[in-house]
């Protein structure tokens, strides 16, 4: 009994703990002083009527979510099939091509970031907006590796003996009981790429220009000349999103059931 009270005030603690930045972040962005107040200092929306006048924020949030999109589909179209083949394909030299694959997520991304820079500077590319997905999706992929990976390990191997026993060629085995069984670790190594990528700051800030500036470069470089609560109403803009994304996927997917793993049995 005392044990679980000491688990649930720890939970608390860090519930609250997690929480506590949130609160203050979306307090201050109703404030009526032209700085970050908490309690906020009076009731005032004129911070979201002023970010709602900067179309640069409003431009910069619709490319983040094109590179994120961009990103999420390069990293799942190459990372599943990598997953898929470096999971049930014995070849030589497998383990250091795993290696090489999951690197970007041992390297630190400004070392990445700056080997693209010198790469694209050395090609001379003119892409800003191509440059920063495939950026991002360079270092996503790891994660789609990890999750589908993972999904593979639980996969019981005489599911698929079974369907090959019954009839089914590789590829129908493939389409039919493979993919649909790591379906719920796909799903989540997608989330945790379009995250990523959307939220991404190292990568971009070395890839971005004046022509394709994500937000978070965008919020980056506002707060560099001047912090008022503005920055605090986008913030609070991007916790709703992220939200309204996690409350999407729970009512079409059923993060419980995703997250809970499984193959759906």
Known sequence: MIESRI??????GVVVFLMAPLIVVIGGSFTESAYVAFPPQGFSLKWYVQLLERKDFFTSFKESLVIGVAATLGAVGL????????????FWGRGFLKAFVMSPIVLPTVITGIALLQFYRMIDSALPLTQIVIGHIVITVPYILRTVGAGLQLLPPNIEEAAESLGAGRIRTLLKVTLPSIAPSVLVGTIFVFIISFDQVTISIFLSSADAMPLPIRIYSYIEFAIDPMVAAVSTVLILFSYLLVVVLERAFGLDRVFGGGTGR
Do not use: E, K, Q, T
């Open 79 to 90: 990372g599943v099939p990598a997953a898929i083949g470096l999971s049930r394909g014995p």
């Open 7 to 12: 688990v649930s005030v720890i939970a608390w």
